[in-house]
Nanobody, 126 residues
């Protein structure tokens, strides 16, 4: 069992930066690949970024590539999402999730993930 708690969301203006954090319980965090998803009102949950267990392999959605950076600190059981040059279309609830298997073909599929956080709201005003 892994519990995930996100933090760092808020209301910002377009062009601003924000850093989200997700803290995991348990001593097996390093065995999980981690990811961030987001869900805007009336839309399906969509993939944002993922990072393999050791941190060597990253994957990003095209819409955030070059603006967002995912990172992890296994010693602190945390995963972060640095978001720069934010746009109004980035407005959503952001969720962190973990899975034991980092498979490129499935890393963008929400059903692939074993545990989820409760989400943190990010609102970007124009």
């Amino acid at each position: 069992q892994v519990q995930l708690v996100e933090s760092g969301g808020g209301l910002v203006q377009a062009g601003d930066s924000l850093r989200l954090s997700c803290t995991a319980s348990g001593r097996t965090f390093s065995t999980y690949a981690v990811a961030w998803f987001r869900q805007a009102p009336g839309k399906e949950r969509e993939f944002v970024a993922a990072l393999s267990q050791g941190g060597a392999i990253r994957s990003y959605a095209d819409s955030v590539k070059g603006r967002f950076t995912i990172s992890r600190d296994n010693a602190k059981n945390t995963v972060s999402l640095q978001m720069n040059s934010l746009k109004p279309e980035d407005t959503a609830v952001y969720y962190c999730a973990v899975t034991l298997v980092y498979a490129y073909a499935r890393i963008r599929i929400p059903a692939q993930y074993d545990y989820w956080g409760q989400g943190t709201q990010v609102t970007v005003s124009s």
